[in-house]
């Protein structure tokens, strides 16, 4: 069975438009992204065992999988967009990465003309945190606080150090617009941000998305990570 994204997307706009419309308490989302995570590199694939991944391999036996699901762009921000809106990226000129921030082309990024998930759950009464990489422009205008988001860490660029926050000037980690001078680890940052904005909010539904710039490059991790 292959799942597009549009009809992933329209699937979660269905569930939670039903509950909204009942008495039941709307259901909280959290969305986890790998960022460059090949299928095969987790052990609950049954490929490889030179990387454990306890925590993953308990949800994927717990939960659901989709073994013959496809995205509809094959690299960073083409799937973002993807995801943030539920269309076919094509059909809203969004086919390529930006390249990076000195580079990029001045106004691009995801079409002001999208409304985005978080935009049409915030009309339902949802928190709405966004916590990692962005890639979906550098501009103001395209910024997660303008798409819809309550609260933003993270970086609007494609790659970023892990371990330096103000390693790249022209694409610093931010928490909301302000950039961060210096941070521990990014994967164990934006996770501390997310559980913070769940506790936050738990009195409340909420949407939380979570994109890791991990495990896409540089590749940089801490003395205890590469021990494990």
């Not at 419309?21 to 960022?35: G, M, T, Y």
């Not at 966004?130 to 993270?154: A, M, T, V």
């Not at 996770?191 to 936050?200: D, H, L």
Request: with cysteine; hydrophobic share 35%; aromatic share 12%.
């Amino acid at each position: 069975m292959k799942i597009s994204l549009a009809l992933l997307f329209a699937g979660v706009l269905a569930t939670l438009a039903s509950v909204a419309s009942s008495a039941e308490r709307k259901p909280n989302v959290l969305v986890i992204l790998a960022d460059d995570l090949g299928w095969g590199e987790l052990t609950c694939q049954g490929f490889t065992r030179d990387i454990p991944t306890p925590h993953i391999d308990s949800i994927a036996k717990n939960g659901i999988r989709f073994t013959n699901g496809y995205v509809s762009g094959p690299y960073c921000s083409p799937t973002r967009a993807g995801f943030m809106t539920g269309r076919y990226q094509q059909r809203f000129s969004h086919e390529f990465n930006p390249g990076p921030a000195e580079a990029a082309v001045k106004n691009f990024g995801l079409s002001l003309q999208e409304t985005t998930i978080a935009d049409r759950l915030k009309t339902v009464g949802y928190a709405t945190g966004w916590f990692g990489k962005s890639h979906l422009g550098y501009e103001p205008q395209f910024h997660p606080l303008k798409r819809g988001f309550d609260e933003f860490f993270g970086f609007l660029g494609g790659a970023h150090s892990y371990l330096d926050a103000a390693s790249d000037k022209s694409n610093p980690i931010q928490r909301g617009t302000t950039p961060v001078n210096s941070l521990d680890y990014t994967t164990d940052a934006f996770g501390r941000e997310a559980i913070a904005f769940i506790e936050r909010h738990r009195d409340r539904p909420w949407f939380c998305y979570l994109p890791f710039n991990a495990v896409h490059a540089p590749l940089q991790s801490t003395e205890k990570s590469y021990q494990c």
